[in-house]
């Protein structure tokens, strides 16, 4: 029996089979979570539905996050198969490509800046405050996946950065907000893995090969690890973290300088 026995988890933003959504819902899956999973529009539909079928589940509901009547339907849609929902994985984000490439302030602009602030960030609270009444009573949690790029300056990431730090102190209020009623809030900083997301960002293979080479464990990490501490994290075994930010990239947050160029 796994340790998400008898848990029911949410996983919005599973894209493919590359993305830290996937590792998560193997992981979940694997600690026997029933699962459901959201896509964002129809040319993703088909995608997701085959992936989820992969993982014994036949919940995939439409949601675009930055349509607040999206994410209220996706609770009236999930109302038909459960009562209850313990676990909500947010895995959203999204900046305009012209400003993740080049300066900062080159590219930077309202529209981007607005952006990412909204799919990146205030969707997990959205998604948070609508799925609210479904995770009453159950001592639930939500995980969220940040970056490095938060809390210090990276080649490229540009505003996107900008949106992981408001996204961090989203989790903070956020696991202020909940904590009274027993639901736990965390985050995951996790290092550059080859994701689908990852590919919209200028020179990304020059940072996989430089926390490579840098990292205390020289090597980048993987989806599947990303997945096992979002699986331990949802579950009782971490039911007395909250309102934290849990680094996995092999250890690169600690180095101030890299030693292998």
């Known amino acids: 029996m796994g340790f998400l026995n008898g848990k029911k988890a949410l996983i919005v933003g599973l894209a493919s089979h590359r993305s830290i959504a996937w590792g998560i819902a193997q992981a979940m899956h694997r600690e026997d979570a029933e699962l459901a999973f959201t896509y964002q529009n129809e040319k993703l539909q088909s ?8 993982l014994d589940s036949d919940i995939t509901i439409p949601c675009d996050v ?10 009236e849609h999930l109302d038909d198969y459960w009562d209850h929902l313990d676990i909500i994985v947010h895995s959203v984000a999204y900046a305009p490509h012209e400003a993740l490439e080049g300066d900062y ?7 981007a800046f607005n ?7 205030y969707s ?3 998604l948070a405050k609508a799925g ?10 939500l995980i969220t996946i940040s970056h490095l790029g938060a809390e210090r300056a990276l080649p490229s990431y540009n505003v996107m950065g900008l949106a992981k730090a408001s996204l961090e102190a989203n989790v903070r209020y956020m696991a202020a907000s909940l904590g009274p009623d027993g639901i736990r809030v965390n985050s995951i900083s996790a290092g550059p893995v080859k994701a689908l997301t990852a590919t919209g960002i200028s020179n990304f293979h020059h940072i996989l090969n430089h926390v490579e080479k840098n990292a205390p ?8 690890e990303v997945g096992n501490t979002a699986a331990f994290l949802c579950s009782d075994l971490a039911s007395g973290i909250t309102g934290e930010n849990i680094y996995v990239d092999g250890g690169y947050n ?4 890299g030693l292998n160029e």
């Open 254 to 257: 600690t180095i101030g300088m």
């Open 132 to 141: 609210r009444n479904m995770m009453e009573g159950r001592n639930g949690a």
């Open 115 to 121: 952006t990412a602030h909204e799919i990146s960030s």
């Open 105 to 111: 302030l080159d590219t930077v602009t309202r529209d």
């Open 217 to 224: 464990l020289r090597r980048n990490i993987t989806i599947e």
């Open 124 to 126: 997990f609270a959205a």
């Open 47 to 54: 995608h997701v539905e085959k992936m989820a079928a992969e």
């Open 66 to 75: 930055s349509r607040d009547s999206d994410i209220e339907k996706v609770y």
